[in-house]
């Protein structure tokens, strides 16, 4: 079964940027979906990024397109997330999400981000 392990998280000032990573062990990383969510306080979890198995395919929701940048390295078996121009409300904590061939998911334990001044 992959496990995976999100690290990169930290506290950033408004403008600021931070890089996510994701590194995944076991199983074939290769074949795999990627998503990033969030949750904040007091919010249900809420998709990120996505990208497909091979990197030539990303999706973002609304409220980031344009200001982070979902990418993989299918050598490293990680997961990235670049974040650029950070808001307060982009403060949550971050999962790393994996979508299996046969249909299964794994989430990561999360990297807490907290942008404020």
């Known amino acids: 079964q992959v496990q995976l392990l999100e690290s990169g998280g930290g506290l950033v000032q408004p403008g600021g940027s931070l890089t996510l990573s994701c590194a995944a062990s076991?199983?074939?990383?290769?074949?795999?979906?990627m998503n990033w969510f969030r949750q904040a306080p007091g919010k249900e979890r809420e998709f990120v990024a996505g990208?497909?198995?091979?990197?030539?395919?990303?999706s973002y929701a609304d409220s980031v397109r344009g200001r982070f940048t979902i990418s993989r390295d299918n050598a490293k078996n990680t997961l990235y997330l670049q974040m650029n121009s950070l808001k307060p409300e982009d403060t949550a904590v971050y999962y790393c999400?994996?979508?299996?061939?046969?249909?299964?998911?794994?989430w990561g334990q999360g990297t807490q981000v907290t942008v404020s001044s």
């Open positions: 076991k199983g074939t990383f290769s074949t795999y979906g």
């Open positions: 999400h994996a979508e299996l061939p046969l249909g299964g998911r794994v």
């Open positions: 990208i497909n198995w091979s990197g030539s395919s990303t």
